[in-house]
């Protein structure tokens, strides 16, 4: 029997990158990364998707058993409908699993990006062998999967894990939600930036590498520029980072308290520094939960995939997908956690 195929894409607001995988292995045969242009609209994106896919499947595509989609949500994994991407103009109640079947005659499954980058964790990065393990990536915003007792949670409608918008701080920061306080609105990249500069321009921390780092123009002042600053050692831009760590360790004691994982694995753009951020949301956690049961064996670790786990999360999303007597055919290292 062949070696099963399939072909994951991660779509985001400013490129569209998609592999095709072969056998049990997440390094992929064919690659691409094209721009998404997506002011140009929705079928403007959808044709570009479907070039990208055509490009990594070569003269396989009858042979891929299936296609995963990840795409910022919320989305419904059971539809195959994208309710509404932020990033994505034109992406509203759009049936993109059935849109992408009729223009590719193979099996479309689709998943938000987040959700997939912790099922690419699980199966084969920082949380391989875990069953129970929660997954956070910190970036320009908060998202998240969970995987419980061995399966990706998400929800009556698809919408659940969104652990960027679970309440952090009563009355808080306006999320770009809508609603106050949530995580995303108090820890993201964005949000450590926003505290930044608005204590900087108060006339604060007159001493802060950030005064240098930004010419001048605290107004100008980024989550990466603060993140700079706090390697090179800014007490203030350590601060800051140290705040947003203690927001996601209680946050974390809470989802602690609700799935009791073995593993929380962190990635994004913020999670790349490290210690710096690692250590307070580890102390945070310690701090915020009822028993030191929660974390005693929990690590809380680095993600190892980096900007390709939605991608492999999607080719992972075709294998939990498929129907058994296919998966049957699928090595065993790409049904369960190895
Ligand atoms: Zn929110």
Not at 59 to 73: F, K, P
Not at 207 to 214: F, G
Not at 240 to 250: P, T, W
Not at 322 to 332: I, T, Y
Request: charged share 15%; glycine share 14%.
């Amino acid at each position: 029997m062949p070696a099963l195929q399939v072909i994951g894409v991660d779509v985001g607001g400013t490129s569209i990158r998609a592999a095709r995988f072969v056998g049990h292995s997440h390094i992929p045969v064919a690659k691409t990364k094209v721009p998404t242009q997506a002011a140009k609209g929705a079928d403007a994106v959808l044709q570009r998707l479907e070039a990208a896919i055509r490009q990594v499947a070569g003269h396989e595509l009858d042979n891929v058993a299936g296609i995963g989609i990840a795409a910022a949500g919320p989305l419904n994994p059971h539809t195959g409908i994208v309710l509404n991407a932020p990033n994505l103009p034109g992406w509203q109640n759009l049936p993109l699993k059935q849109l992408m079947e009729d223009r590719l005659h193979r099996p479309v499954f689709i998943g938000n990006d987040a959700n997939l980058a912790a099922l690419g964790e699980w199966k084969f990065g920082a949380a391989r062998g875990h069953q129970d393990v929660l997954y956070l990536t910190i970036s320009t915003g908060i998202g998240g999967g969970v995987i419980t007792s061995g399966r990706l949670l998400v929800g009556a409608n698809g919408l659940g894990a969104e652990v960027g918008h679970m309440m952090a701080v009563p009355e808080g920061a306006l999320c770009g939600c809508g609603q106050r306080g949530h995580l995303e609105a108090m820890a993201s990249g964005t949000a450590i930036a926003a505290a930044a500069r608005s204590r900087l321009q108060a006339g604060n921390e007159p001493t802060s590498k950030l005064w240098q780092l930004s010419g001048g123009d605290v107004g100008h002042v980024t989550g990466a520029m603060v993140g700079e600053a706090a390697l090179a050692g800014d007490d203030f831009a350590v601060g800051l980072i140290a705040e947003a760590g203690g927001f996601i360790g209680r946050t974390l004691a809470s989802l602690l308290h609700a799935f009791n994982s073995s593993i929380v694995v962190c990635g994004g753009g913020v999670s790349l520094l490290g210690d710096v951020i690692l250590n307070p949301i580890r102390a945070s956690v310690r701090e915020h939960v009822m028993s030191e049961a929660y974390w005693r064996d929990c690590p809380i670790v680095l993600a190892e995939l980096g900007d390709d786990a939605g991608l492999v999360g999607a080719g992972a999303l075709v294998m939990e997908s498929m129907p058994a007597e296919v998966a049957g055919a699928v090595p065993a290292a790409f049904q369960t956690a190895a």
